[in-house]
T-cell receptor
Framework: SQKIEQNSEALNIQEGKTATLTCNYT??????LQWYRQDPGRGPVFLLL?????KEKRKERLKVTFDTTLKQSLFHITASQPADSATYLC??????????FGPGTRLSVLP | DADVTQTPRNRITKTGKRIMLECSQT?????MYWYRQDPGLGLQLIYY???????NKGEISDGYSVSRQAQAKFSLSLESAIPNQTALYFC????????????????FGSGTQLSVL
């Protein structure tokens, strides 16, 4: 069956450290993968997109990797700040028809 | 995203009532989606529409129906609401012109919190 998993429901890290979030999938072949940020009571907001032929993408303090052999994406936030506290969702392109989401990881950055 | 507007923001209704959630967008996107979000389950796709004549079921369409009244409007209806439809509902849009570049992304509204008693 098709499945998308994110490493943990919640992750706590200390301010200044690097947060690493994992997205694993089975029985999908996405042409690209996305990461979104969601704050409580708000809609998800697009952060980064990485294509199947790209190994790594960066945007300011954010870095995404995509390994189609392992069927895994890693999302890194370097020099984390309390303002980075939110839920982070990965999403896959579903054969060009729509997008499927993982359950999300709630990140808390402690001062 | 202010370009995707959902109404109402909150709604409380009773079991068996018919309810409509509305979504309008000013982004000029052809594609629109309805998702529901339950704690710990992420976003689940209910329906999506590629244009006003194209409606498709998502993974959890039972108990829901949709209407694409115009490019800018996509409504979700619960014909007879039940308590397990209590959830946070999101409308989203995307631009299919980005798909050819593998660059298509979703733009979400602020959500409608629906409670069915």
């Amino acid at each position: 069956s098709q499945k998308i998993e994110q490493n943990s429901e919640a992750l706590n890290i200390q301010e200044g450290k690097t947060a690493t979030l994992t997205c694993n999938y089975t029985n999908y072949s996405p042409a690209y993968l996305q990461w979104y940020r969601q704050d409580p009571g708000r809609g998800p907001v697009f952060l980064l997109l990485i294509r199947e032929n790209e190994k790594e993408k960066r945007k300011e303090r954010l870095k995404v990797t995509f390994d189609t052999t392992l069927k895994q994406s890693l999302f890194h936030i370097t020099a984390s700040q309390p303002a980075d506290s939110a839920t982070y969702l990965c999403a896959l392109d579903n054969y060009g028809q729509n997008f499927v989401f993982g359950p999300g990881t709630r990140l808390s950055v402690l001062p | 995203d202010a370009d995707v507007t959902q109404t109402p923001r909150n709604r409380i209704t009773k079991t068996g009532k018919r309810i409509m959630l509305e979504c309008s967008q000013t982004k000029g996107h052809d594609r629109m989606y309805w998702y529901r979000q339950d704690p710990g389950l992420g976003l689940q796709l209910i329906y999506y529409s590629f244009d006003v004549k194209d409606i498709n079921k998502g993974e959890i369409s039972d108990g829901y129906s949709v209407s694409r009244q115009a490019q800018a409007k996509f409504s979700l209806s619960l014909e007879s609401a039940i308590p397990n439809q209590t959830a946070l509902y999101f409308c989203a849009t995307s631009d299919p012109r980005d798909r050819g570049h593998s660059n298509e992304k979703l733009f979400f509204g602020s959500g409608t919190q629906l409670s069915v008693l």
